[in-house]
């Protein structure tokens, strides 16, 4: 028995020393200071980011019901900000008011790349206006910040991209590869005319880019407890989107003499099982990536279950799953949003509908979506229809790749101590169109976002720092110089 115990400790010491070996530190620190310094005019730049937002570019929807008049009032005061731009750069409207914009290479053997932002923006929701410390299309500089609709989402970026290019033309740089710039003008409803439009010409001309990079994340603090640094998620995919319609019916008749089950019964259980078997989740893929990519800057026991995922991946995910962004990273989500039944109280409803959002994690596809709706709700009384045809996930791309590569690095130096890690975009934006027509698509905004600003995207009091404008718009330069530059070429990943 003695014996047994004996090699029971010394499985158990062993164990532990396997664990903690693994969780040392590993890889490359989050690097030092920033190294490189770009003298920007901030406030002359958060000024031109208030002329933006005060033309109200609000993409309704139906799309119908847009006023052409702000989204051309914009395409003027453009020309009018960026006259160097407009003097060096082609510009074609495409798609109705979304505009690509060609700066060409002096390489034209060079694979081009694809820069992109949008200028439409959602509508302040009816009877929150007051609730607005300065209001939504006022354009207002004040605290620090530039505050409106669309600071965060995504004129910043349609400033910053801009400014950038200014600032490379007026220093004399020349692109080697050419660089394409695209800015949509209907991502908020879908990007149907504008991205969509800029992509299938893109592909007419047999264009082929080596990567794109569009919204998606920003640089974000305190994304997990007890993480000391900074983290520029540049997201490697978006998830997919898919709404199903479960029905069930019924004999109908007067609700005094009802069946067993009626028509909302059944439904009701059918849902009820769907949401208590969620589609499985999972620490794999660029989850796992993105994990190890934090792992060294996590408090110790954090540190110590993501280094050894082997034993504690279960764990992870069941920790992660238990919160709702978490949950929406590690798996697909169901989520049951709406029902209809009987017109009356008193009257048996023929037929029940529930309808089923899903967000598609890359790993399922919509066929694995309908097949584990089929087999969890296991009643063939409950039909399930698609109104309309989803979306996939997009493909994940690449992090072993030369953009990647370049965007982490362009990150670094002008930020400083940061962890770039490859992440997930949850909602749906315009990277759906330009993959199409780039090797890898990337889905990142390169300002930093404080976590309480997070809740002005689509809400209130929508802000954007200057300071934080700033170094986006710096990343932007700095990474045009590495990507399109004649200068040295980007370093080796990074472990
Ligand atoms: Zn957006």
């Given at each position: 028995m003695k014996r047994v115990l004996v090699g029971l400790g010394v499985l158990f010491a062993l164990l532990l020393a396997i664990l903690v070996i693994r969780a040392l530190p590993t890889g490359a620190p989050a690097a030092g200071g920033a190294t490189v310094e770009i003298p920007l005019d901030e406030p002359a730049i958060a000024g031109r980011l208030a002329e933006a937002i005060r033309i109200p570019t609000v993409s309704p929807a139906p799309p119908a019901e847009r006023d052409p008049k702000p989204f051309e009032d914009f395409l003027v005061w453009m020309e009018g900000a960026y006259p160097v731009l407009h003097a060096t750069l082609s510009r074609e409207r495409v798609g109705g008011s979304s505009l690509l914009y060609t700066w060409p290479g002096t390489d034209p053997d060079a694979a081009p790349v694809l820069l992109a932002a949008h200028y439409d923006v959602v509508p302040v929701n009816p009877g929150s206006e007051s609730a607005w410390t300065y209001p939504p299309f006022a354009g207002t500089i004040a605290d620090g910040y530039v505050w409106g609709r669309g600071a965060l989402d995504d004129k910043n970026a349609v400033v910053a991209l801009l400014e950038a290019v200014t600032v490379l033309i007026e220093s004399g740089f020349r692109p080697e590869r050419t660089v394409y710039l695209a800015f949509g003008h209907d991502e908020e409803i879908g990007g149907q005319e504008g991205a969509r439009a800029i992509a299938e010409r893109l592909e007419s001309r047999g264009v082929r880019a080596a990567w794109s990079l569009d919204e998606g994340s920003y640089v974000v603090?305190?994304?997990?407890?007890?993480?000391d640094v900074p983290v520029a998620s540049v997201n490697v995919a978006e998830k997919g989107y898919l709404t199903l319609e479960l029905v069930a019916r019924g004999e109908g008749g007067h609700s005094s003499m009802p069946p067993p089950e009626t028509a909302v019964g059944i439904l009701a259980v059918a849902i009820a099982r769907l949401q208590d078997e969620p589609m499985p989740s999972g620490i794999d893929g660029l989850t796992a990536e993105f994990l190890d990519a934090l792992a060294g800057h996590l408090p110790f026991p954090l540190r110590l279950a993501v280094a050894n995922r082997w034993l504690f991946g279960g764990l992870i995910a069941s920790q992660l799953g238990g919160i709702g962004p978490g949950n929406a990273l590690v798996r697909t989500t169901t989520a049951p949003t709406m029902l209809t039944g009987s017109i009356k109280e008193n009257v048996l409803p023929t037929e029940a509908v529930g309808t089923v959002n899903f967000r598609l994690h890359p790993r399922d596809s919509i066929a694995d979506v309908l097949a584990h709706v089929e087999r969890v709700v296991d009643d063939p009384r409950v039909e399930v229809r698609m109104p309309r045809p989803g979306n996939e996930a997009s493909k994940v791309s690449r992090t072993d790749s030369e953009g990647f590569r370049s965007i982490a690095r362009a990150v670094r130096e002008v930020y400083g101590p940061i962890v770039v890690a490859p992440g997930l975009t949850l909602g749906g934006t315009d990277s759906r169109h330009y993959g199409r027509v780039a090797v890898d698509a990337y889905r990142f905004n390169p300002m930093r976002v404080a976590g309480g600003d997070v809740a002005g995207f689509h809400g209130t009091d929508e802000r954007m720092g200057i300071e934080e404008l700033a170094l986006g718009t710096r990343v932007y330069i700095r990474l045009l110089q590495i990507?399109?530059?004649?200068a040295d070429a980007p370093d080796a990943p990074e472990a």
């Open positions: 603090e305190g994304v997990l407890p007890g993480l990507a399109a530059g004649a």
